[in-house]
Structure formats: structure tokens, C-alpha cells
């Protein structure tokens, strides 16, 4: 058995060099790592800003991990990557380890080096290592099936990823929001855009965790799952709100990053302990990567229920649910990003400025392409329209993006696969692409066809994979763009009235004695 999470496409609002971002499917999950040396003390300001410093130190020093924790070496360590010896193993903790190892919701950090004595062993409130418990270490036997031992394995994942959320949702609220808030280092107003509803999304998980541990028995196993889920789903529309502002609130963080201070305090968290090598926006990404493995989940708890469990009925209602609320997530956030990022387009002739711009609901992708100049490019392929555009800044380090060249309605378009190894275009094409090599990889070219001035665009994707994901996408949009155009001829085709009914149309209010002669003709 094994769950993969989904692959991200969507909700960051700012593309990184080389990434890609897709409105409808979701990436989640990124690896934590943890800090390979304790820290010392957290300094936040310069040395001339003592006061302020020593403000910071007293806030995050109960964040500190104590250095005088004994961890085993590896080969004695009896995580999920330890080897244990299969004669020695019980059958029931063998089954459970083999099903943890496969469910790859959980992250593994590698076990920490021995750390200096320090005076006061005060407990850790935000550790610097997961858990890797799985249930089967919960109990000392059982008189259950190899699938129940699954179901129970995955329920018990499912627990452990709520309350996993909860601490790190606190860590942020914690360690980020208020220093930052108390220190000055950003205003409430930026601070209030930046974090959103983060806030309010703790005690929603609280309350799944708690239902969710009610329902272990005194054996610590959980029975029907089902109603509790379905009951609890619909709480996750507040997502909605919360994954449309990521939107803005990504772009704001990165415009303040280019500040000195900002910069420094988010250096310093990120490599301390506490953060597991995260940086802040990964903490903030952190809800709507759980939102998407819901679905996972349900899936999977599924395929380990028998027929005759009472399960068997709610999980399928249960499942569509989830996936309905995702979906509406999706479509809002992708709502969002379109209004977003066309604010931010700077046309230099009004003839780009296309009505399918500004027609477009949501966005399929953005992301960095290059052309046959060799020239980064950020593309964005709206509902109808695809636009070309270069990165760049406003007079106050906003992003922005140029429109390069004409855009292109997505009902025109004719796409074009260029197969690897093929010239496709001539010598500056294969020079700029592959440095003078014959080979040309992961390219594509896209063209308008119907115009009395054709276009066309060859351009280049980092790996196959995020050229078929462009090239998946572009075929939907193509389809839809054509489609919805279609429709809409359709709809304004005249509608020619039946010559019987021509004298109705001469009625108007009057006497009986005219009415009485118009029905008489």
C-alpha cells in the first residue's frame, strides 16, 4: 500500500526560479529536516538593538530544545528505517512497520548527534523531531487481521497528522507572528494580511483531534470513522477564505523579505531548532497541504474496510464530500490568483491588452519558460488567454510583469510538441536551447492561427515533467476556450419569429372594439 501525496501546483502566488505552479492539483508536503547542531541563543536585531534583543532572547529561549538529550545511533535506532531482526519481531509489529514505511504522509528526520550538557533541561515545547510512532507500537497484541491492522494504521495516521498540524500551527503563532509583532519588525496590518486566518484554523483541528481520540477503545482501536468525518468535512470550507489570501499574502512576505531586519529574523528562525530547517512560508503552506490529503486518506481507510463494516456506507459519501470542498477551495484560490496577478500585468501597447484577459476567470498555470533567446520568461495561461511576460519591480520592490510580445487567445492557439533531440527551428533555436548541442529537450512551440498577423512562441520547460504538465494543461484550455466560444456564438444567433404570430406583435392596450378588429383580420 502506498499513498503519494499530491504533486503542487497551486497555491504559491510567487514562482521561485525554475518552479511551476498549477491552479487545480495540489503539491503538499515537503521534506523536514532538522538542525544538525543545538543553538545557542537567538539574537534578533543588531548588536546596538541590546534592548530589543533581549526581548527576542526571553521570548524564544522556551522554544529551545535541551542539548542533554541521549539519542541512539542509527544502527540501534528503532525508527521506521531501523532493520530489526524478522525472527525476533512479533508478526503484529512487523505488519505495522511495513505499513508505515509505505504511507509517506510522515517525515523522517535523522537521529541527532550527541549535545553538550546544559544547566537548566527545560522540555522542548516545539521539538525538533517528528514522532515516527505508528500504531502498531501503541499496542502490545492483537487478535486482528492483516487489513485491520491497515485500516488502523492509517486511522492512526490520520490522528497523528491533526495533531502534528496543531503544534506547528501554534509554532507559527508562537515564534513568528508575536515577536514579530511585539519587536516592530512588521506592522499588525501586514502581519493580519501575511497570516490571514491561520488563527482560527487551530481550534478547528483541535476539534477533529479530540473527536478522533474519542473514538479509540480501551484496546486503542477506532471502530466507524465514517459519520465523524462527514460530520466535521463541511468546518473545512473556512479554508476557502484562508487559501485566497495565501494569494497576496505570499507576494507581501516576499516584497518584505528585501528588508534588512525582516531578513534577519526569519534567518535566525529558520535555523534554529525549532523550525526543522523550515522557513516561514512553508509553515504557511502547511493547511492547505493537509486539506489535500484528506482525500488520500478516505481513500485509503476505504480500501481497508470490509463489506460488512458499518464504514462501508458513509466512507464513499464521506470521500465526495471532502473532494467537493477541495474542489470549491481550488476554484475560489484560482479565482483569487487570476485577479491577482492581472493587476499586476504592465502592457507597453494597448493592443496587448486582450478582451480574453480580462474575460478569464481563473488561471491554469504560471511559471518560468525560457525562449529561443535563452530568455526566462514568466508564463501565465488564463482561462483564455496565454500571456508572456518578464518578472520585475515596482518603484517599491512590488512584483510586476511586462507583457512580452502579443498575447495570444487560448481559442487560437495550435500547439505543437517539439520532440527531444529534434532541431525544431533552426540554429539559434538548437544554440539557445542546448549551449550549441544538436539536442533540443522539453520544448514546445505554440502558435495562433485566424490572425492576419500569426504569432509563434518556441519555448523550453525545466524537465519532461513540467513540460507535460504545460502541454496537459494547454490542451484543456484549448478545449474549454473553444468550447465556451462555441456556446457563445450560439447564443447570439438571431431567432427568427413564427410569420403566424407577426400581428400579435401590433397589439397594444385599447378598447374591446379594437381588439375585437385585430382578431377579425
Not at 140 to 163: C, F, M, N, P, W
Not at 200 to 206: C, D, K, S, T, V
Request: overall charge neutral; some cysteine.
Amino acid at each position: 500500500m502506498e499513498v503519494e501525496e499530491a504533486s503542487e501546483t497551486r497555491t504559491s502566488s510567487s514562482a521561485l526560479p525554475g518552479e511551476m505552479h498549477f491552479v487545480h492539483s495540489d503539491h503538499a508536503g515537503k521534506k523536514r529536516k532538522q538542525d544538525p547542531q543545538p543553538e545557542a541563543v537567538i539574537r534578533v536585531l543588531e548588536n546596538e538593538e541590546e534592548d530589543e534583543s533581549e526581548m527576542m532572547f526571553d521570548h524564544m529561549k522556551d522554544s529551545e530544545e535541551p542539548s542533554n538529550k541521549r539519542v541512539k545511533p542509527v544502527a540501534k535506532s528503532n525508527s521506521l528505517t531501523g532493520v530489526l531482526t524478522p525472527a525476533k519481531t512479533p508478526a503484529l509489529k512487523r505488519i505495522g512497520q511495513s505499513i508505515s514505511r509505505s504511507i509517506s504522509f510522515r517525515t523522517e528526520a535523522r537521529p541527532l548527534p550527541p549535545a553538550h550538557l546544559r544547566a537548566s533541561p527545560k522540555a522542548s515545547v516545539f521539538p525538533r523531531r517528528r514522532n515516527s510512532q505508528c500504531w502498531s507500537d501503541t499496542v502490545e497484541s492483537h487478535d486482528l487481521t492483516a487489513k485491520e491492522i491497515k485500516r488502523q494504521e492509517v486511522i492512526y495516521e490520520l490522528t497523528q497528522g491533526e495533531r502534528q498540524l496543531i503544534d506547528d500551527l501554534s509554532l507559527v503563532k508562537k515564534v513568528y507572528y508575536e515577536p514579530m509583532l511585539k519587536l516592530d519588525i512588521m506592522t499588525e496590518s501586514e502581519l493580519g494580511q501575511i497570516f490571514g486566518t491561520l488563527d482560527a484554523l487551530i481550534p478547528l483541528h483541535q476539534e477533529l483531534l479530540g473527536r478522533l481520540e474519542r473514538l479509540r477503545g480501551s484496546e486503542k482501536t477506532v471502530g466507524e470513522v465514517g459519520p465523524t468525518l462527514m460530520n466535521w468535512f463541511p468546518c473545512l470550507e473556512a479554508y476557502v477564505t484562508y487559501c485566497c489570501n495565501q494569494v497576496g499574502a505570499k507576494a507581501l512576505l516576499d516584497q518584505k523579505k528585501h528588508e534588512k531586519r525582516v531578513e534577519h529574523f526569519l534567518r535566525l528562525c529558520q535555523e534554529s531548532s525549532f523550525s526543522r530547517k523550515l522557513d516561514l512560508w512553508n509553515f504557511l503552506d502547511l493547511p492547505r497541504s493537509r486539506l489535500v490529503k484528506y482525500p488520500l486518506l478516505l481513500k485509503e481507510i476505504q480500501k481497508c474496510t470490509p463489506p460488512d463494516h458499518p464504514d462501508e456506507d458513509t466512507l464513499p459519501h464521506a470521500l465526495d464530500l471532502i473532494q467537493s470542498v477541495v474542489s470549491e477551495v481550488n476554484k475560489k484560490t484560482g479565482e483569487a490568483e487570476c485577479q491577482f496577478y492581472r493587476r499586476f500585468l504592465n502592457y507597453s501597447d494597448e493592443s496587448q491588452r486582450i478582451s480574453e484577459i480580462q474575460l478569464s476567470r481563473f488561471l491554469y498555470c504560471h511559471g518560468e519558460l525560457k525562449n529561443n533567446k535563452s530568455q526566462r520568461l514568466h508564463v501565465f495561461l488564463f482561462e483564455l488567454a496565454f500571456v508572456l511576460s518578464r518578472p520585475g519591480e515596482d518603484r517599491e520592490g512590488g512584483q510586476t510583469f511586462q507583457v512580452y510580445r502579443q498575447p495570444l487567445s487560448n481559442a487560437l492557439i495550435n500547439l505543437e510538441e517539439i520532440p527531444d533531440g529534434e532541431a525544431g527551428g533552426g540554429g539559434s533555436f538548437r544554440g539557445a536551447f542546448t549551449g550549441g548541442n544538436d539536442k533540443v529537450r522539453n520544448c514546445f512551440r505554440v502558435s495562433s492561427r485566424g490572425r492576419s498577423k500569426a504569432q509563434s512562441y518556441s519555448l523550453q520547460a525545466n524537465d519532461s515533467f513540467s513540460k507535460q504538465q504545460w502541454i496537459t494543461c494547454m490542451r484543456q484550455a484549448m478545449v474549454h476556450a473553444r468550447d465556451k466560444r462555441e456556446q457563445s456564438s450560439q447564443s447570439q444567433l438571431p431567432v427568427h419569429a413564427d410569420p403566424d404570430l407577426y400581428h400579435i406583435a401590433e397589439l397594444r392596450l385599447s378598447s374591446d372594439a379594437e381588439m375585437a378588429e385585430h382578431t377579425s383580420r
